[in-house]
């Protein structure tokens, strides 16, 4: 679900619970709720779920990538090394 779906759809039941007497305001309620919804939610920097799970991924297979850049500098560390030694004696 979008932020802008969740917020009319946050703003219509905060309205629905209103008490019937209030139900011809409704719209102007729902609109208001939904303007003051979207000015906290937008000062809390929130990302959806999908952007969530999308970087989550990037995050993994950047580790990946790291973690086999870490062996291949062991493997031509421990290369160099005995390249090193080698030609000492």
Same mark, same amino acid.
């Given at each position: 679900?979008?932020? *802008?779906? *969740?917020?009319?759809?946050?703003?219509?039941?905060? #309205?629905?619970?209103?008490?019937?007497?209030?139900?011809?305001?409704?719209?102007?309620?729902?609109?208001? *709720?939904?303007?003051?919804?979207?000015?906290?939610?937008?000062?809390?920097?929130?990302?959806?779920?999908?952007? *969530?799970?999308?970087?989550?991924?990037?995050?993994?297979?950047?580790?990946?990538?790291?973690?086999?850049?870490?062996?291949?500098?062991?493997?031509?560390?421990?290369?160099?090394?005995?390249?090193?030694?080698?030609?000492? #004696?």
């Amino acid at each position: 679900m979008d932020k *802008f779906n *969740f917020l009319n759809d946050l703003s219509k039941k905060l #309205s629905d619970a209103l008490p019937q007497s209030l139900q011809t305001l409704k719209k102007d309620i729902e609109k208001n *709720f939904h303007a003051v919804l979207q000015n906290a939610f937008t000062k809390l920097d929130l990302v959806t779920r999908e952007e *969530f799970d999308a970087q989550t991924k990037v995050l993994a297979r950047s580790r990946k990538k790291i973690a086999e850049l870490e062996e291949k500098i062991k493997d031509l560390e421990k290369r160099a090394e005995e390249k090193h030694h080698g030609h000492r #004696s």
